[in-house]
């Protein structure tokens, strides 16, 4: 006879408990890392639907996600009155409105980069819900590209933005939300989606506080003419530019802290200087600063007044004197590296008064040399004219006292050493440029790869060849400016005068030169200037 005993529940599971508590764990292995974003399998409710009445949307995952930066990634357009909440529930995502969205208005949200798998990351990239709070959906779009005016740099993460095209005013852009907006991708492209068929205005700014509203200052780009977005053929080009902080030429501040130098600090300098009223004897320096702001000293010989007055454009400005026995430093810097086709720089900090020939000394190899010299007339520079020679070494010696300055201040001894390059170090370039169009403000500038030198810069006339010699071994590439101005430079834009900044353009290829190497290179610019 067997016998049947029954074993409580309650034991049952202990030594269940028991036996896994037992079990050695490890790490599970094989299989592939999970690449995949997460997929969507329900949306309620359901996307692209009309006549949307609910308070809230929730879509359902294959897996479990998590949101990534939400207040930047996610976008609705046009903007809610109220932002909406949003909660991971289990493998759902939970939109819950703080405000009903308005009547018979088509609605975007587009998520971005918000959403991703809870694992591995991967995120769940261009997806869109879009409803409708009237009977049908709206379907036409605007899209376009931002990018950076001064050097064609694609700009992404830029809000660009629609307005209604009745009732906008310049300062629309300060004090409302647009009626639609979206935000550039990689490569500076952005599409406006789900849009009316209306009349508006494009406005591109880049949203530091991320209140959807223009700011002072903040990088701003626009379209002069009115956009439709019936034209289903217009694709924008959006170019953005850092608005002036100040007005050209106007001076941020002046004073003195030696005797009898006077610093101003002017905002983009226009041409015009500041002038001592009631002296003609005077000396000019400009020290370019890294920003757009320059600086510029005026230097006078002793004066027992305790101000000076200055004319600037069609305004007078009065400086204390600094009342003080310190006079400005003098000191002089020389050029380090001169090539064989070059001048030799020498750099005063003041104004030069006095300079003894018999003390600037030019030695080739052991050989004192005979050379010329040109002073320039704000008496600040002195250049050094000789004919140099390949491969030699070269001293320029500055024995004490050589100059003198206009407040009776010596130079003290200083030197420089180097070896001079041979012919064979340079590069020549014969530059053929093809162009048939009528634009002749085009500024033509030889650069470096990296932007970061000019190295020739001239106006394209009817003249289409060009030979530049003595240029270094390296990469070079063609900007062009279209200079509406002539000033020599690119100018930014204006929004409240509706200028659009000057266009740059470039040829798509770089170029190597080499050493001991002639090059001729054609460029044809009638298909790079638009």
């Not at 999970?34 to 409710?45: G, H, K, L, R, T």
């Not at 609910?54 to 990634?73: H, M």
């Not at 002017?266 to 020290?287: E, F, H, Q, V, W």
């Amino acid at each position: 006879m067997i016998r049947r005993f029954k074993i409580p529940v309650f034991l049952l599971f202990t030594g269940v408990v028991l036996v896994s508590g037992c079990a050695q764990i490890v790490t599970p292995t094989g299989g592939q890392k999970d690449m995949q974003p997460p997929a969507v399998i329900i949306e309620v409710p359901d996307n692209a639907r009309a006549g949307f009445n609910a308070n809230k949307i929730v879509i359902g995952f294959d897996e479990y996600i998590q949101l990534l930066s939400p207040e930047e990634q996610i976008v609705i357009s046009p903007p809610l009155e109220e932002k909406p909440e949003y909660e991971i529930s289990g493998k759902s995502l939970i939109i819950r409105f703080g405000s009903a969205p308005k009547a018979n208005t088509t609605y975007t949200i587009n998520f971005g980069n918000a959403i991703a798998d809870n694992h591995e990351g991967n995120v769940l990239g261009d997806y869109r819900y879009v409803f409708s709070t009237g009977n049908s959906i709206d379907t036409l779009s605007v899209p376009g590209k931002v990018i950076w005016a001064e050097n064609n740099e694609a700009k992404k993460n830029i809000s660009v933005c629609l307005y209604q095209y009745e009732g906008f005013t310049d300062s629309s852009i300060y004090l409302n939300k647009p009626a639609y907006f979206a935000k550039s991708k990689d490569g500076g492209a952005f599409r406006l989606y789900n849009l009316p068929g209306n009349t508006f205005r494009l406005v591109a700014f880049n949203d530091d506080n991320k209140n959807l509203k223009y700011d002072k200052n903040e990088a701003i780009a626009f379209v002069n003419n009115p956009v439709l977005t019936n034209d289903t053929s217009a694709v924008y080009e959006l170019k953005m530019y850092q608005p002036d902080i100040y007005d050209s030429g106007k001076i941020i501040d002046a004073f003195s802290r030696e005797e009898n130098r006077f610093t101003f600090l002017i905002y983009k300098p226009t041409g015009d200087l500041p002038i001592p009223a009631n002296k003609s004897n005077y000396y000019l320096r400009k020290s370019i600063g890294k920003s757009d702001i320059d600086t510029f000293f005026v230097y006078t010989k002793p004066d027992e007044k305790d101000s000076l007055c200055f004319n600037y454009k069609a305004d007078i400005i009065c400086v204390n004197t600094k009342k003080s026995t310190k006079k400005p430093l003098f000191y002089s810097d020389i050029q380090k590296i001169v090539e064989l086709n070059d001048t030799m720089i020498i750099s005063l900090s003041n104004p030069l008064s006095v300079i003894d020939t018999n003390r600037l000394i030019l030695i080739e190899d052991t050989i004192p040399q005979l050379y010329k010299y040109v002073v320039d007339t704000n008496h600040f520079v002195v250049k050094i004219l000789f004919n140099w020679k390949e491969n030699m070494k070269y001293t320029l010696l500055i024995k004490d006292s050589c100059f003198k300055d206009i407040y009776s201040q010596y130079s003290k001894k200083q030197s420089i050493n180097w070896v001079s390059k041979n012919i064979k170090s340079y590069s020549t370039l014969m530059a053929n440029f093809i162009y048939t169009g009528t634009n002749h403000n085009l500024l033509i500038q030889l650069i470096s790869a990296d932007e970061k030198k000019v190295f020739k810069s001239f106006y394209l006339n009817k003249q289409s060849s060009y030979f530049f010699d003595y240029l270094l071994p390296g990469s070079y590439k063609i900007k062009i400016i279209d200079d509406r101005n002539r000033n020599g430079k690119w100018d930014n834009g204006n929004y409240i005068t509706k200028k659009q900044p000057e266009a740059a353009f470039y040829y798509p290829e770089t170029f190597d030169l080499r050493a001991f190497w002639d090059l001729e290179q054609r460029f044809d610019l009638n298909s790079v200037i638009k």
